[in-house]
């Protein structure tokens, strides 16, 4: 852990757009960090709305607020099929391989458990099918499919894993929304549509 006093020369050192990308990021600062970027956005006459959005970014939902916040998540309309059924999280991991060539992708997704089933069926059989043919692919593939078999027998356990990474990702996000359904869904919507790692 970089001590304090260091952080702050750093801080001093570095310009505007380099204060500005840390401020675009600062979700995941520590408490006593965002006190130290917060000085620094002062020092510079930078805009105090800035302050503002650190504070969203770095207010991480604890407690009875995120057990809330989860119920809601769980009880949004699936994205995919538009059905108001319960939400789970899911990790959907497909390899394709050819010779020298191999792609590992990686989907997050907060879907209904019928969307699961299509989803897992596809990203397992494109696995089973294409996986092999690389010598990264032939070590991936099996590790891949026993990791997805056991997902679907702890669903629970890997749901709430997708879940709070959703919620830690967004959380400034969340807190800048109006409160509704509507808004939350358009988040887990662009959330769904991003490969977490790709690998060439």
Not at 16 to 45: P, Q, Y
Request: aromatic share 10%.
């Amino acid at each position: 852990m970089i001590p304090l006093e260091d952080i702050r020369k750093n801080y001093e050192k570095y310009d505007d757009a380099t204060i500005l990308k840390i401020i675009s990021e600062a979700n995941g600062l520590r408490k006593e960090v965002v006190v130290l970027l917060n000085d620094e956005i002062i020092k510079r006459n930078l805009d105090t709305k800035l302050i503002k959005f650190v504070a969203e970014e770095t207010n991480f939902y604890e407690g009875i607020e995120r057990t809330n916040l989860i119920n809601e998540i769980k009880n949004s309309v699936c994205t995919h099929c538009n059905n108001e059924n319960e939400l789970y999280g899911y990790t959907f991991n497909t390899i394709i391989s050819y010779l020298i060539w191999y792609n590992h992708e990686q989907k997050l997704q907060i879907i209904c458990s019928t969307c699961a089933k299509s989803f897992r069926l596809k990203s397992m059989l494109t696995t089973l099918a294409l996986g092999w043919w690389s010598r990264p692919g032939l070590f991936g593939t099996p590790a891949t499919l026993i990791s997805d078999l056991i997902e679907i027998f702890r669903k629970e356990k890997y749901s709430q894993r997708v879940i709070d990474y959703f919620i830690d990702e967004n959380t400034g996000k969340i807190r800048r929304m109006e409160k509704g359904k509507t808004m939350l869904t358009t988040l887990i919507k662009k959330f769904n549509q991003k490969k977490v790692e790709s690998e060439d």
